[in-house]
């Protein structure tokens, strides 16, 4: 299963055998194995340095879906929608701490103006 991915990559990006074992670092007998079904099951690092010399990924050899981009429309609009419910909270935040800040100055206003009641005392 392996192997038929490889060659896919290996027929997507034009490359031969010897020019992936250049690239890849694997000598070219071991990619000649691997890419005629000789070897079975090849090292993990082996099929690592394989996929990155023909430009791949291993995400793609797996058949794992590659993500959204943020080029997609939805994509733009879902992140245009998380911008505008943030930008309602930091408006809401605002607005409590100014609110905070009036009653606080309200208070120390209060307190300094009635010595007797307060927690500044003469």
Known sequence: MIRVQLREMKEKCGYSN???????????PTVNRIMSGQTDVPN??????LVIAMGGSLDELAGIPPKPT??????IEIYKGMLKEKDIWIKRLFVITCTL??????VLIFDVTHPFI?????
């Open 18 to 28: 010897k020019k992936i074992a250049e690239l890849s670092g694997v000598s070219l």
């Open 44 to 49: 993990f690092q082996t099929v690592c340095d």
């Open 70 to 75: 943020i080029q997609d429309e939805g994509s």
């Open 101 to 106: 800040v009036v009653v606080l100055v309200g």
């Open 118 to 122: 307060g927690f500044i005392r003469r």
